[in-house]
């Protein structure tokens, strides 16, 4: 529907109200009636969403990218507090349980940006002709949409605690980035419709299940408890289909785990991929930021984080 008609008089509709956003103010967003206004079909009749799940698709991989850029921006910040702020005598970057945190958020931020982007390449391959990388992205999309987004509120307000007071303050940025992140999770299908999409996915496309099982396999081979984790997760994906659904959100996030600590052990730094499986593959996941083991390298996975952000 253009904005303007063919002889250039403007198209019939009404802007009812712009509403009054937690975030995204620059990005506008109205509620709109059309009234005799003259558009195009696009796609044949009924078939609305079928005819832009492809754009839809697209836009999915743009919230998980995006996401996890709004991490890597969180934890540069947090550094960068943390090299400069002095308390107690000393630099919060020389606090250990400072350095705990920032390496357990720095490790969030790099499991999301290196899944993001192996979602990014499997969308080149599949337009390119690759049908395994078609049937990749077909699960792998929603399962990083949800999982990517829905850690990033929890990942904000820690960065912006980092700063401390500081953090809380307009100025420091740090709240624009805090009211963004649960945009992302909402945009084009919130968490339970991802859910859902990948329960769909293993019913319809089964060969979406193989490739996603094939690309964890590759790093399961490598590292036991990685090994372990995705048995585990293959043995509750089979039992009780009654209650499939309503475990749903369990299930994906550990098949997000999995994926991510596949291509951690595969591609990522060796103390950022240890810190990984230590933590989110064992042991009683689900703990806030900055609970990562005794004897994790913060310093190494800081530095790094530090030298890439």
């Known amino acids: 529907m253009p904005r303007r008609l063919p002889d250039g008089e403007l198209n019939r509709f009404r802007l009812q109200r712009l509403k009054d956003k937690l975030g995204n103010r620059s990005n506008a ?78 490790v969030e931020s790099e499991a999301a940006t290196i899944s993001s982007l192996r979602l990014a390449r499997a969308y080149d391959e599949a337009i390119a002709g690759d049908d395994e990388a078609q049937a990749f992205k077909r699960i792998a999309n929603a399962v990083l949409k949800y999982w990517i987004c829905k850690r990033g509120p929890s990942h904000a307000v820690e960065c912006l605690e980092c700063l401390g007071g500081n953090g809380y303050v307009e100025e420091s940025g740090m709240p624009r980035l805090y009211r963004e992140t649960p945009l992302a999770s909402i945009w084009e299908g919130s968490g339970n419709v991802q859910c859902l999409d990948v329960l769909r996915a293993m019913v319809k496309n089964p060969d979406s299940v193989e490739a996603f099982a094939n690309e964890v396999g590759e790093g399961a081979v490598l590292e036991p408890r990685l090994d372990r984790f995705a048995a585990e997760l293959r043995d509750d994906l089979q039992t009780d289909p009654a209650t499939l659904e309503s475990r749903a959100r369990s299930l994906v996030e550990r098949m997000a785990l999995a994926l991510q600590g596949s291509l951690l052990v595969r591609f990522g730094d060796e103390a950022v991929a240890e810190a990984f499986c230590a933590s989110r593959l064992e042991g009683d996941w689900g703990h806030a930021f900055g609970t990562l083991p005794a004897g994790t390298d913060f310093t190494r996975i800081v530095d790094r984080h530090r030298a890439t952000a």
């Open 29 to 106: 967003s109205s509620e709109i009636e059309f009234d005799g206004a003259w558009a195009r079909l696009v796609g044949e009749e009924g078939a609305g969403v079928r005819t832009i799940i492809e754009m839809i698709n697209h836009t999915r991989l743009d919230c998980a990218s995006g996401s996890a850029t709004g991490m890597r921006h969180g934890v540069a910040q947090a550094i960068n507090h943390a090299d400069h702020r002095s308390t107690f005598g000393r630099l919060l970057i020389d606090a250990p349980l400072m350095q705990n945190v920032l390496a357990d958020l720095a």
